[in-house]
Every structure is written in C-alpha cells, then in structure tokens.
C-alpha cells in the first residue's frame, strides 16, 4: 500500500473545499439597497430570499443578484430588527432558485471546522475559513437567541450569508463582527423567523413589562429546580401583565409557561411561542420559597 504524501492530502483537501463552494454558490445572491451592499440565500423555490435585517433597513428599492450575474428586484417580505433577520421575494426566473441545503445547528461543537460564503460583488462568490470557537455564544447586540460564535474573517459584504460545515449545508447566518470574531445567527432560530416572515410578514412577541437581570440561584433551589439561574426582577411596570399578576421587585423569574427560564434568551424564546393572550403559569422564587402565579401577557 503505498504511502499518501502531505501534497496529495492538501490537494485533497482543496479540491473538497472548492467543490463545496461550487455547490454552494447557486444559492448565495448579492443583495443591494439604499442602506448598501450585502449578501442572501434563496431559501426556496418560491422565490424567497434570507437576509440580514440591517442589510435591507427600510428600503423599498432592493435588487438581488445572482452569482451567475443575473440581476432581478426583490420585494421585501417582512423583517425583525430584533433577531436582525429580513425576508425577501423574487417574482422571476425560477431556473436560478437553487434553495441553499440546511443543516442542523444543534450539534455544533468547539473547534469544528466552517466557512463562510458572501456575494458581495454580484457575479462571483467568496469564501473565508476558520472554526467555531462558541457554538452557544451571548454577545451584546439585537440578537434574540444564543448565536455561533466563529473566528472566521467576514469582510465587508458578508453580512445575510450562509455559515456552512464541512458538508456544505447552512448552519447559521452571518450578521456581524464582535470583538473580532464573527456572528452567526444558527439555522435553527433562523429557520423560526423565516417561517414566520413568510407567512405572516412580522414576528409577534409577548410581553410581561418587567426589566430584570441574570443571578445564580442559592444551590439548594437550584438542585430542587434543576437549574442554577433565574431572571432578578429589577422593576415592574404599572398596568403591564407582570403587575397585574403580582410580579414584585425582587422576584426571581424561573419558569414561565412551565418551562425553565435562565436567561434573557430563554425568557424571548418563550416570549414568541404564542403566549399572546393566554393565561399562563409564571413561577418565581420569592425570599427563600417558589410562589406560582397566573399571568396573560400582551402583544408587544
């Protein structure tokens, strides 16, 4: 058998990543509008393109490019400046709508090897590599859910496009640059939105009208709750669901809705799971004992 040299290995290796960004390319698009350049994917067949929220800003006037060169407008669908996710419709050429292959961000691991692709120039697709150094990553921002944290370069142009693995498949959206390392919105979260833009055009939230902070939990509570944080109600504003539920300062929130709540993204995720309107459960830990409490939060 006779021994692979390190030459053939990297060949290898290019060849694969060359072939994956070839695959990929059909379904990367420029997206261009009064707010400047960015990049999309089409999402499928019915002419919908993903992007970044701030990338389309209010614009009315959007054109989308394809790789191949081809030009088309675009009519804005819906967007959620709070997730910094837009929704786009091309109304022609089918024969382009390539949907870009989806995969499955809730496996991700540290180290795990991705790229990032971007149409930034509208007739050719560009590539930058690196690793996932979060796969769970808080940052500071518009972000509605945890999001992948990369140490991958995105330049200018990058934003709206597909973070893929080594398979080809979208993981995640690139939205920004924090503390030089990139941030991706995962597919699972994006997938949410999307879905929602599409159908309805806006993403509806609940609201409860506290402000409140993470804080740890004393162990014996956190071991009888199975969790080690809650939400530290640091007010409560008059006339909102929370006041009229008896929500006082003070107050530690842990589960709404009879789910864990242990940060601000958990607390939004369950604030865009249909709460609107229907009486629900809130338990909060108040001086050293759980109290249960019946809220119905309000269209934000």
Not at 52 to 74: D, K, L, Q, W
């Amino acid at each position: 058998m006779s021994k692979i040299s390190e030459t053939q290995i990297l060949q290898s290796l290019s060849d694969a990543l060359v072939a994956i960004v070839n695959e990929d390319s059909p379904s990367v698009v420029q997206v261009s509008s009064g707010r400047g350049l960015g990049t999309g994917v089409v999402w499928d067949k019915e002419g919908h393109i993903a992007t970044s929220a701030h990338v389309v800003g209010r614009s009315s006037r959007i054109e989308v490019a394809f790789s191949g060169g081809e030009r088309v407008p675009a009519t804005p669908v819906g967007q959620d400046r709070y997730s910094d996710i837009a929704v786009l419709k091309v109304e022609k050429t089918q024969t382009l709508m390539k949907p870009i292959t989806r995969g499955d961000s809730g496996n991700l691991a540290v180290g795990q090897y991705v790229l990032a692709l971007a149409n930034a120039f509208g007739d050719r697709v560009a590539a930058s590599s690196g690793i996932i150094t979060n796969p769970e990553g808080s940052v500071g921002g518009p972000w509605s859910d945890k999001v992948i944290i990369t140490d991958v370069r995105l330049n200018r142009g990058y934003s709206g496009g597909p973070l893929i693995d080594a398979a080809g498949r979208m993981i995640g959206m690139n939205v920004a640059v924090f503390s030089n390392r990139g941030i991706a919105i995962p597919i699972s979260a994006l997938s949410t939105v999307v879905s929602e833009l599409t159908s309805s055009g806006s993403i509806k939230r609940a609201y409860l009208g506290v402000v409140s902070n993470p804080i740890a939990l004393p162990d014996e509570v956190a071991k009888e709750l199975g969790q080690d944080e809650g939400l530290i109600v640091l007010s409560v504003e008059p006339g909102t669901p929370a006041k009229k539920a008896g929500v006082a300062i003070g107050d530690i929130l842990v589960k709404l809705d009879s789910k864990q709540v242990e940060s601000f993204y958990d607390l939004h995720r369950l604030l865009t799971g249909g709460l609107i309107g229907k009486e629900t459960k809130l338990s909060v830990l108040r001086g050293e004992k759980i109290t249960e409490l019946k809220i119905t939060p309000v269209e934000a």
